[in-house]
């Protein structure tokens, strides 16, 4: 599968989470670029779930203590362990 995400990919290892159909996911960033972001879910079964198009949330933050900014994104793609965002601002 070609990625068109635009931007250099910087490799990560920051822990998030992504708020997707009113589950709560625990994942990590893989790689992340000016215009979206690849994730690795903690909850594999859980990737099967995610359909391209579909709009989730990204906090860059895991502990829900830590107020961050939630990203809004699309679901590009998903693999078996892992979900590609497209940031939508």
């Known amino acids: 599968m070609i990625s068109q995400r635009e931007g250099e990919r910087n490799p990560s290892f920051e822990r998030c989470v992504v708020h997707h159909k009113g589950k709560s996911l625990e994942c990590s960033v893989e790689n992340i670029s000016t215009s979206g972001v690849l994730v690795k879910l903690n909850d594999v079964l859980s990737v099967r779930d995610f359909k391209p198009g579909d709009i989730c949330t990204l906090n860059l933050s895991d502990d829900p203590a ?6 809004r994104c699309c679901v590009s793609r998903h693999t078996s362990t892992h979900v590609g965002l497209q940031f939508t601002f």
């Open 66 to 71: 830590i107020s961050h900014r939630e990203i």
